[in-house]
């Protein structure tokens, strides 16, 4: 890594993204992702070249010269966890820096270690703006950009807002302790955090507590990031919750209403209305094309069932407006106006009966992935595949997917310590690994259960009302890109990616199953290319070839499966056997054609998956990029 000049300690780093600071007025700001270095004097930013190992500075700001260290309104750029630095550059001007962070947990980490260090600026500011400048206006006060900052800050080294900061004994910088790698920050006072609840959860474990939407809990404990320890403010009940049912109260904004989608693609925001069949039923989204901008998807059944996308525009005052007639300070506000009077729209507007769906619970907390079978109820058999039956069962009251190894099928004991690593594989398009029980034989491993079982079979169930819905289908392929993408920054290889892997939720979302479950098969049939269960049609060549399973190899299986997709469940290569099909790929160069109905674009995806050169494929995220650009 490229050092942070000379003699500087390194006290923390990590990726996180940094928005531009459009110093020339005329450029769209944008998100990159850069190597954050904190040193005692200095936050230093690197582009994030991971693969030559060679970082180029591109930006440093020094820490005397920091105002304020604070967080930012999520809706301001609809991202989660930003936070923002103010600094005052050479020319005394006011410069902020906005940086978003992984998780909630690293941005809380990042705030106390820069609070630490700028504590005793003389310049600490009491005020900030928790917006940004948008058409050379504060987003939060309206503002023109030299305002006077309009919000209080919520830190100022720990002392009541507004009094004089006394000098911190011991000295906060000397309180650090060498942080090159292998160094350690002595860690800050925690501030205090509260959460509101978003979803319902109903206890699971004896150690958990109940949430209901809209109560209030104080974070006591949040070192395991899916699972953190609360207490409700109400009744002062303290136990465990999962991390993702909760959202900060001082960034709750939108998220506090059920008819907010937040980051909803289109597609989604369709789906999610066509099921609820009101009439004036409606959600709000960020707009895919516009950040910053919201979209209101509102179902009608006059003519025909239809969703219509509205985007909720501004006027130059910073009033929200669907139509000139009503305008409102903020969104909340203009939708309630809109229950009682169309105004423009072709109804009045009706917020979902049944509020967005809760995500997946993390699965029972850290270190229990061993499941004891007393635990678990088993119901009736979902299918059997490869390894053996499924069966839908429950665990305490959490609805999971038993699959019941056959005996002989997997090297077990690999098979167990790989298990613990994907527990903690965690993503919304990833089906959830719970645990395994692996006292007894045969092995059960228990998963999230997803109602509408295999991807295969349910495009080849809806194929009459799926074919040519495109939008729908290349959602589908968007959220297996996702989960995919996931596994591919965490290096984890699927090996077996198929329409056959892939579950559908309740809601119609797409998980992809199965993965890493391929390596510890033992069976031939399975393992070697030439085995009749080897999955051939998805193979690359280089698999083919050499067994050399890669990334790259599974972009080429995900290219497959755009192809199961868009044909809604045929199988690729029709009736050609596996010999066939390994002469035509491997030898020939030849690929599946396009499938009748799918668009030119969506089918040039496809083929820069099956480019031979297994580095010239596309990665999983830029598969994405290439999606929303569609
Ligand atoms: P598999 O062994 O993964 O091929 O699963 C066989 C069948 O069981 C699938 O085709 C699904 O219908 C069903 N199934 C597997 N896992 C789940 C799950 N997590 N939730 C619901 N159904 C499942």
Not at 393 to 399: Q, V
Request: net charge neutral; glycine share 6%.
């Amino acid at each position: 890594m490229a050092g942070t000049g000379k003699n500087e300690e390194v006290l923390k780093e990590s990726f996180m993204t940094k928005r531009s600071q459009n110093k020339r007025a005329f450029t769209h700001p944008n998100w990159k992702e850069r190597w954050f270095v904190l040193s005692p004097e200095n936050l230093i930013y690197y582009d994030g070249d991971k693969q030559s190992g060679r970082r180029k500075e591109r930006g440093r700001v020094k820490l005397s010269e920091v105002v304020a260290v604070e967080c930012v309104d999520t809706e301001v750029f609809h991202r989660d966890w930003v936070f923002q630095l103010c600094y005052s550059s050479e020319e005394n001007e006011q410069i902020v820096l906005y940086i978003a962070a992984a998780t909630s947990q690293e941005r809380d980490q990042w705030l106390d270690h820069l609070r630490r260090l700028v504590a005793q600026n003389p310049c600490l500011s009491d005020h900030y703006h928790n917006g940004c400048i948008k058409g050379n206006q504060w987003t939060c006060c309206k503002g023109g950009k030299e305002v006077a900052a309009c919000t209080r800050v919520t830190w100022t080294n720990n002392n009541p807002v507004g009094q004089p900061t006394p000098s911190p004994t011991p000295d906060a910088r000397s309180e650090m302790m060498p942080g090159t790698p292998g160094g350690r920050f002595k860690p800050p006072e925690r501030q205090r955090k509260v959460v509101v609840a978003l979803y319902d959860y109903n206890a699971i474990d004896p150690g958990d507590i109940p949430l209901r939407k809209h109560e209030e809990f104080e974070v006591i404990e949040d070192t395991q990031e899916y699972w953190w320890k609360m207490k409700n403010l109400q009744t002062g009940v303290e136990g465990f919750a999962p991390s993702n049912y909760v959202r900060e109260k001082e960034t709750i904004g939108l998220h506090q209403y059920d008819w907010y989608l937040g980051d909803a693609t289109r597609q989604r925001a369709e789906v999610f209305l066509m099921q609820q069949e009101r009439e004036g039923c409606f959600v709000v989204r960020n707009s895919t094309t516009n950040s910053g901008i919201y979209t209101l998807s509102l179902f009608s059944k006059r003519s025909h069932p239809q969703v219509k996308h509205y985007h909720i525009k501004k006027d130059s005052e910073g009033n929200y407006y669907l139509s000139h007639n009503i305008k409102c300070q903020t969104i909340p506000d203009l939708i309630f106006r809109h229950q009682h009077n169309p105004a423009g729209l072709p109804v009045r507007l009706r917020p979902p009966t049944h509020g967005r769906h809760a995500p997946t619970i993390p699965g029972p907390h850290p270190d229990k992935w061993e499941i004891d079978p007393n635990e678990l109820n088993l119901l009736e058999e979902l299918g059997s595949g490869q390894f053996g039956v499924v069966r839908h069962g429950k665990l305490r009251n959490l609805d999971v997917a038993v699959k019941m190894m056959k005996e002989g099928t997997m090297s077990e004991n690999d098979f167990i310590e790989e298990a613990q690593v994907m527990t903690k594989l965690r993503h919304p398009n990833l089906v959830q690994l719970y645990g395994v029980c692996s006292m007894y034989r045969p092995i059960y491993i228990v998963t999230e259960y997803l109602k509408n079982g295999s991807l295969l079979n349910y495009l080849r169930s809806k194929d009459k009302v799926l074919i040519n819905n495109n939008e729908v289908l290349l959602d589908m392929c968007l959220q297996v890109c996702e989960g995919m993408a996931y596994l591919e920054r965490q290096k984890f290889i699927h090996r077996d990616l198929a329409a056959r892997n892939c579950l559908v939720g309740a809601h119609g979302e797409i998980k992809v199953g199965d993965f890493g479950l391929a390596r510890h098969v033992v069976d031939d049939e399975y393992t070697g290319s030439g085995g009749a269960k080897f999955p051939i049609k998805w193979a690359a060549p280089e698999v083919l070839n050499f067994m050399r399973f890669s990334s790259k190899s599974d972009v080429w299986a995900y290219g497959v499966l755009m192809w199961e997709v868009f044909s809604c469940g045929k199988m690729p290569y029709g009736k050609a056997k596996n010999t066939e099909v390994v002469e035509m790929v491997v030898q020939k160069g030849c690929v599946l054609d396009k499938p009748r109905f799918c668009p030119d674009n969506v089918y040039n995806v496809m083929r820069r998956c099956w480019d031979r050169t297994p580095e010239m494929r596309p990665a999983f995220n830029d598969i994405i990029r290439i999606f929303q650009d569609e």
